[in-house]
């Protein structure tokens, strides 16, 4: 009907100024032959050119508010004018609650509809207006069965027995799906809604449908986002805020991990006024399950009663993991006890590939390996325990680093814990304070990999014995 009544208003619009042009026009010519000026042809023609502008102009500004008023007729009069107020208000829906209130507001008290809207892929009903019709089992079960694998989304209009037709005017109601949601709207006047007001409610509904989903989804990673800020901040706690006063030995560490949570842990535990021990490790993957083993590892090593017994700590590690029944979780770690006093360092390395000791000889610093002499643990059998022994010297500086730090590449794919560079700068920040030293490394592998985003956590301990 808003069509018709808009294809006619603007039809005869446009016959009324085109009359008006042809007068015009015609009454022109004579006027100029009567005046008798020496008026050229390009000037009538020119005039009547510009006439001809200016009723374009006026046809067309004429023709949208003859649009306007038969729109505001057909949509804001009358029957239609209830599915036009739900639209307007739609418009400022945010939430499935809003949505419910004007399907209660407008539909269901101003326009006696009566409503169900079914979130079809969990076959759930999310909103049933309180009449015998939408909560009757029967009709439910109807529709479900009828509609229930419908996936097509569009709009649809609903006979008398609750089946498909096409005519709007021999229906009975009408629904639409969008984003797997099915919005059943049944009303005895449906025949009496201009058929064009159905592709506006569509595209309203479609709009809502989207908003919804959207915020929903931002919600949610809101959520997600202020738990894992809590489970980060948690596991900081794990690590040590501030380094022992130890005599002797001056510790540092630094640690940033990928994502807020990491796999990567560090500890340092005085054991006595001569005895640290250092400890430095990975978990695993990221996320919740590495974070959750982390903690479990570092509470483990904390709450032992006697630390000095390496391979009893490794076994305990080994044994709290494999309880934990994750399958694909295990740690690799270094964990090493200093004796100041002796000159040592006793340590077990499972299977860590970068723990160094840089010690100064004649001929300058040199670099020697701390080798790994255990297997990965929490996730195989371990054989028997060796725990290795290192001779100390004034000035030595001992690294643990996790992976994050050899293994960043360069734009050729070479790894930096390969170069000859990686060695020099060791060996030049050797003589530098712990800060200073874990400073000159991380510049290092941040100007290695050109800036570009990291692929792994970067954790680093540094500990000098002091001369």
């Known amino acids: 009907m808003y069509q018709a009544k808009r294809r006619t208003a603007i039809l005869i619009t446009n016959v009324i100024l085109i009359a008006v042009l042809t007068y015009i026009v015609i009454n022109l010519i004579p006027a100029i032959k009567i005046n008798r000026r020496p008026y050229s042809i390009a000037f009538t023609c020119g005039t009547v050119g510009i006439v001809f502008c200016v009723m374009t102009i006026l046809s067309r500004t004429l023709a949208r508010l003859v649009t306007e008023k038969v729109a505001e007729q057909s949509f804001e009069r ?49 909103y049933n207006s309180p009449s015998s019709l939408t909560t009757s089992p029967e009709v439910t079960d109807k529709i479900r069965r009828n509609y229930g694998n419908k996936k097509q989304d569009g709009i649809y209009f609903l006979g008398a027995n609750y089946g498909v037709v096409t005519n709007p005017k021999q229906s009975r109601g009408f629904f639409m799906i969008n984003s797997g949601h099915q919005f059943f709207i049944f009303c005895r006047y449906t025949k009496l809604f201009d058929s064009y007001i159905y592709n506006t409610l569509y595209e309203e509904f479609s709009r809502f449908q989207s908003r919804v989903t959207t915020i929903s989804d931002l919600t949610e990673i809101s959520s997600l986002s202020k738990e894992w800020n809590q489970l980060a901040e948690t596991q900081r706690s794990f690590l040590p805020p501030v380094m022992p006063v130890i005599s002797k030995l001056s510790v540092a560490a630094y640690y940033r991990p990928l994502v807020n949570v990491s796999g990567d842990y560090y500890t340092v535990l005085p054991i006595s006024e001569t005895k640290t021990l250092l400890m430095l490790g990975d978990v695993s993957g990221k996320g919740l399950a590495a974070a959750l083993v982390m903690g479990l590892v570092m509470n483990t090593v904390k709450n032992l009663e006697n630390k000095e017994n390496l391979a009893g700590v490794i076994q305990a590690v080994d ?122 490394v991380v510049e290092l592998v941040l100007s290695y990999s050109g800036g570009k985003k990291l692929r792994d956590d970067l954790t680093m301990m540094v500990a000098k014995v002091e001369r």
């Open 319 to 440: 044994k709290a993991i494999k309880g934990m029944k994750l399958q694909d979780k295990y740690t690799v770690v270094f964990i090493g006890i200093v004796d100041t006093e002796k000159m040592t360092i006793r340590y077990v390395n499972a299977s860590m590939s970068d723990p160094l000791i840089i010690t100064k000889s004649p001929n300058g610093y040199k670099i020697k390996p701390l080798t790994s002499n255990c297997s990965l643990v929490g996730i195989i059998d371990l054989p028997e325990i060796e725990v290795a022994e290192q001779r100390l010297f004034r000035g030595d500086v001992i690294l643990m680093a996790s992976d994050g730090v050899s293994e960043v590449m360069d734009d050729k794919g070479v790894e930096l814990g390969t170069t000859k560079l990686y060695q020099e700068t060791i060996k030049a920040s050797a003589a530098k304070t712990p800060n200073q030293f874990i400073n000159d």
């Open 78 to 126: 009358g029957e239609t004018l209830i599915l036009h107020d739900f639209i307007e208000k739609l418009k400022f829906c945010y939430s499935y609650d809003e949505f419910y209130q004007i399907i209660a507001e407008v539909l269901e008290i101003e326009g006696d509809c009566s409503c169900l809207y079914i979130d079809q892929e969990k076959e759930y009903i999310l």
